[in-house]
């Protein structure tokens, strides 16, 4: 079995459309893993993830790269909470917040927190969205090691942590402002009416045609005037062939596309 038809099977068998992603990085990935599991070539590999689910999930979650951190890239966060907040909430009071490809949940709970400084938490509502189920469920217990909460600044680990045998835990009235649920960036619909979308670090591992697409996407589920937050290695060239206009950096406001 060659590599393309590998990515055939994946599909029949996760819905993930491997040709998405960057082939050279993909593929070495792959490679490693099919040898890891002592495999000879890509048909052993696919008999093993047909027989067994823990197989299967054990792929999908090392292929979809799940590092991440609360409040990366600290100074972008600044930003968010000093000028983009400000410049959505003077237009409405409630507004409708996208976390794509959140993975464990360390950013849409940073957005709940920071958001928290605006309204009361009973009035936060925040999608959050990702392909790999397993980081959903982790999302969803909100249950994390000291570790990764270092960047959380003091104030919000008080207010929305308990701390547990070295396991910390978010607040239920925080988790109540966010509903987790499964979504497949290349192949499922987009939500509607969102007023900001946050999608980092996720894109940098698609090709350039599946990008691009995405960015439309994102321009629609967008409302008028509304912004999207890439990652730090993730700026959009041309970003006007998409319908958007450069806001800040790492930001970008729907513009409406050209006709
Ligand atoms: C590196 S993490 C980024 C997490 C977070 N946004 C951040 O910046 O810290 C990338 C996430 O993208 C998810 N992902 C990969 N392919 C995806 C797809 N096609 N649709 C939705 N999520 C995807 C992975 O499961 C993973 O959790």
Redesign the pocket.
């Known amino acids: 079995m060659n590599y393309e038809v590998f990515k055939e099977q994946i599909l029949t068998l996760t819905g993930?459309?491997l040709s998405?992603?960057k082939e050279n990085q993909m593929k070495r990935r792959i490679d490693a893993i099919v040898k890891k599991n002592q495999c000879d070539n890509y048909s052993e590999y696919t008999i093993l993830l047909k027989a067994s689910a823990s197989s299967l999930q054990e792929f999908?979650?090392y292929?979809?790269?799940?590092?991440?951190?609360f409040f990366?890239n600290p100074s972008q966060w600044d930003i968010l909470e000093e000028q983009i907040f400000p410049l959505l909430l003077q237009k409405k009071r409630h507004i409708k917040i996208w976390?794509?490809?959140?993975?464990?949940g360390?950013?849409p709970y940073s957005l709940a927190m920071v958001l928290s400084k605006f309204m009361p938490l009973s009035q936060i509502s925040i999608i959050a969205?990702?392909?790999?189920k397993e980081?959903l469920d982790k999302a969803r217990s909100g249950q994390y090691i000291a570790r990764s909460i270092a960047n959380v600044p003091k104030e919000f680990q008080e207010k929305f942590f308990t701390e547990h045998n070295g396991m910390y835990s978010i607040k239920q009235n925080l988790k109540d402002c966010i509903t987790f649920k499964q979504?497949?960036?290349?192949?499922?619909p987009y939500p509607s009416g969102m007023d900001l979308i946050?999608?980092?670090?996720?894109l940098i591992?698609?090709t350039e045609e599946a990008k691009k697409q995405i960015y439309l996407n994102f321009n629609k589920a967008l409302t008028d005037d509304g912004i999207l937050f890439v990652?730090s290695t993730e700026q959009i060239i041309m970003c006007q062939d998409y319908g958007f206009e450069s806001y800040k950096i790492f930001f970008y406001q729907k513009a409406g596309l050209k006709r």
Do not use: M, P, W
């Not at 292929?63 to 951190?69: F, G, M």
């Not at 979504?183 to 499922?188: Q, V």
């Open positions: 993930i459309n998405a992603y999908i979650t292929l979809t790269i799940n590092v991440t951190e990366r976390s794509a490809a959140c993975s464990t360390d950013e969205t990702d392909l790999d980081v979504h497949n960036l290349l192949k499922d946050v999608c980092r670090n996720v591992y698609f990652g």
